[in-house]
């Protein structure tokens, strides 16, 4: 089966700090990668997807690569804000199961 | 704009009862989930809809039910056989019809048995 496994957190940062937040996964086919923020008390949001190996997905100064040879989507971004802290979700979406799975969520915080 | 709309944002159940929560979208998306979250833990899946009346279990269907009689409505049910109700549901929505697309989400229920 598909399974997604993340970075267990929390993770703090100072202000412009790197960040890395390791994801692997396992899956059946070619699936899409996702990775997905949410802020305290909302839903999730799409931060950034790669859809094939060796695509990057970027965004808002975050980017991950789809690398098939190591099954991984590690997110990371060069300098941290403040207002990066959240909980990013990684995924990745199997059109043969019709769903997504989800790693467990890792939380950043960024101090000042 | 096109969005997915979860109702209540806050909703209070005495135990016992059955309660319902909303999720409508207008994305024209073929595909609609039901999420649980805990505090501190990940989505856990508890009901999924790929087409108009039919409906799958996830992981955690035990003491909850949905519907699917409409594309773009997925109401879910918390029935009084669900032993720890109180969490925050979160309800998304993909179109399978074109591939590689992200899940849409609402901004979540959150449900508190008094």
């Known amino acids: 089966g598909n399974s997604v496994t993340q970075m267990e957190g929390p993770v703090t940062l100072s202000e412009e700090a790197f960040l890395t937040i390791n994801c692997t996964y396992t899956?059946?086919?070619?699936?899409?990668l996702f990775w997905y923020v949410q802020y305290p008390g909302e839903g999730l949001q799409l931060l950034l997807k790669a859809t094939k190996a060796d695509d990057k997905g970027s965004n808002k100064g975050f980017e991950a690569t789809y690398r098939k040879e190591t099954t991984s989507f590690h997110l990371e971004k060069g300098s941290v804000q403040v207002s990066d802290s959240a909980v990013y979700f990684c995924?990745?979406?199997?059109?043969?199961?019709?769903?997504?799975?989800f790693g467990d969520g890792t939380t950043l915080t960024v101090k000042p | 704009d096109g969005g997915i709309t979860q109702s209540p944002k806050y909703l209070f159940r005495k135990e016992g009862q059955n309660v319902t929560l909303s999720c409508e979208q207008n994305?024209?998306?073929?595909?609609m989930y039901w999420y649980r979250q805990d505090p501190g833990q990940g989505l856990r899946l508890i009901y999924y809809s790929q087409i108009v009346n039919d409906f799958q279990k996830g992981d955690i269907a035990e003491g909850y039910s949905v519907s699917r009689e409409k594309k773009e409505s997925f109401p879910l049910t918390v029935t009084s056989a669900q032993k720890n109700p109180t969490a925050f549901y979160l309800c998304a929505s993909q179109s399978l019809a074109k591939m590689n697309t992200e899940a849409f989400f609402g901004q979540g229920t959150r449900l508190t048995v008094v």
């Open positions: 995924a990745l979406f199997n059109t043969n199961a019709g769903k997504s799975t």
């Open positions: 899956a059946t086919g070619y699936p899409s």
């Open positions: 994305l024209n998306h073929d595909a």
